[in-house]
């Protein structure tokens, strides 16, 4: 390994701080299951305090923090007598029911010891893809985040079933860092940054900032480390790191005995730089929290339009539909290979459109009246992938 993480890594400090990390008043932390396990697989209670000091020492200092910990699964293993995480579902649920109330009360004693009260928040995927769900969701947070209250996010793994779960944490957390707003995210894990490759290689290096895509071209993103424990290795923290930045939102990832570091700005880790234009809440929402219920197939004329013309797509440029929605839902638009280019919000149900397809909107309008005159997909409510 090139240098071994930790606090003593002498590349960490260089007298420099990350002002888009210390600027930032409300904060989102995610912590996996890696870092508040023991190698044994049971809940480490001074992992859990380091960060609960780090955190409580940030709201001290006015900034609004919001915790999303993994850990559930792992804190239920040893007291249900299983050595390792399991594979079934059933059992990964009923660990995640035992494990969830145990991690909850650690953080409430923790929290408290600073006089802090904490809110259990647990989501499913309908809470951050259905827009009414979702609304619920950002109140709840906001109103906690008022009170003063540390709210602390998991997924509700008890009642996911394999379709409709998140599955990891990373996601969730870059989701619930746009649903409240945040102006950073802080991803811990077991590795102190993303590295060129493989952490254990001697020839990977530390990456200590990712300003867009170009910079992570080459870079081997794998999957998790210590077996059995975590669950999306980089690749997730990578793609959440991406959905938050495309919000605006800045990303450190480090180590958790790092925590302190990054958030007073030190330049440990990697910092993911926000972009710059911020879509509007409903195009992000659109592109990262719906869930398509069918398929338009463009021509490559429409594809053209739409993508590189930001045109609304017209029924003339459509070949094929797939899928059983109704107008008002989230589809995907796929070009003539099948690759998705754009999501957008359709104007008509499923089953009006076969006999729209190719026609132009003035023969539509005069063949069927000026109701068929509308696009399919507005350009207001479409979103490039
Ligand atoms: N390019 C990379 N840089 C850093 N870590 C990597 C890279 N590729 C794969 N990994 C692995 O990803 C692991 C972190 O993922 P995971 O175990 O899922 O963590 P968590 O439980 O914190 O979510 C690291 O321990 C590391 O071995
Ligand atoms: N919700 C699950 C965690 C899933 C997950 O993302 O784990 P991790 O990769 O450790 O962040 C639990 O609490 O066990």
């Known amino acids: 390994m090139g240098t071994p993480p930790g606090p003593a890594d002498p590349t960490a400090q260089n007298g420099r701080v990350r002002l888009a990390v210390t600027s930032a008043r409300r904060v989102v932390v995610k912590i996996g299951s890696s870092s508040l396990t023991t190698a044994s697989g049971g809940l480490d209670d001074a992992r859990v305090d380091a960060l609960v000091d780090t955190l409580a020492r940030l709201?001290?200092?006015?900034?609004?923090?919001?915790?999303?910990?993994?850990?559930?699964?792992?804190?239920?293993?040893?007291?249900?007598?299983?050595?390792?995480?399991?594979?079934?579902?059933?059992?990964?649920?009923?660990?995640?029911?035992?494990?969830?109330?145990?991690?909850?009360?650690?953080?409430?004693?923790?929290?408290?010891?600073?006089?802090?009260?904490?809110?259990?928040?647990?989501?499913?995927?309908?809470?951050?893809?259905?827009?009414?769900?979702?609304?619920?969701?950002?109140?709840?947070?906001?109103?906690?985040?008022?009170?003063?209250?540390?709210?602390?996010?998991?997924?509700?793994?008890?009642?996911?079933?394999?379709?409709?779960?998140?599955?990891?944490?990373?996601r969730l957390a870059a989701l619930v860092a746009a649903l409240v707003h945040a102006e950073l995210l802080v991803l811990l894990s077991d590795v102190d940054a993303l590295w060129t490759g493989d952490p254990?290689?001697?020839?990977?290096?530390?990456?200590?900032?990712?300003?867009?895509?170009?910079?992570?071209?080459?870079?081997?993103?794998?999957?998790?480390?210590?077996?059995?424990?975590?669950?999306?290795?980089?690749?997730?923290?990578?793609e959440a790191a991406r959905i938050?930045?495309?919000?605006?939102?800045?990303?450190?990832?480090?180590?958790?005995?790092?925590?302190?570091?990054?958030?007073?700005?030190?330049e440990v880790g990697t910092l993911f730089h926000a972009e710059r234009r911020r879509p509007t809440a409903r195009l992000f929402w659109l592109a990262h929290a719906t869930t398509p219920r069918g398929r338009l197939h463009l021509d490559a004329g429409a594809v053209a339009a739409v993508v590189g013309r930001r045109k609304s797509l017209l029924p003339a440029g459509i070949t094929a539909v797939d899928g059983a929605f109704t107008a008002g839902d989230p589809v995907d638009l796929v070009d003539a290979g099948g690759a998705p280019v754009a999501r957008g919000l359709v104007n008509y149900d499923a089953v009006e459109l076969p006999g729209l397809l190719g026609r132009s909107t003035g023969e539509l309008a005069a063949a069927l009246g000026p109701a068929y005159e509308r696009e399919v997909v507005h350009r207001d409510d479409l979103v490039l992938l």
């Open 59 to 170: 709201a001290a200092d006015g900034r609004e923090v919001v915790l999303v910990s993994s850990g559930a699964i792992a804190a239920g293993l040893a007291p249900l007598g299983l050595s390792r995480r399991p594979r079934d579902l059933a059992t990964q649920q009923a660990a995640a029911s035992v494990g969830q109330g145990l991690l909850i009360g650690r953080y409430a004693a923790g929290f408290a010891r600073h006089r802090l009260t904490v809110g259990q928040v647990l989501l499913t995927v309908d809470d951050v893809t259905r827009r009414a769900h979702y609304r619920n969701a950002y109140r709840t947070l906001r109103k906690l985040l008022d009170l003063r209250a540390v709210p602390i996010v998991n997924e509700n793994d008890t009642v996911a079933t394999e379709e409709i779960r998140f599955g990891d944490n990373d």
């Open 200 to 238: 254990a290689r001697p020839e990977s290096t530390r990456i200590t900032d990712v300003r867009d895509e170009r910079d992570l071209a080459g870079v081997q993103i794998g999957g998790a480390g210590r077996a059995g424990v975590g669950t999306g290795g980089m690749v997730t923290k990578v």
């Open 244 to 266: 938050a930045t495309g919000f605006g939102i800045p990303v450190v990832l480090t180590a958790a005995p790092l925590a302190a570091a990054a958030l007073a700005g030190d």
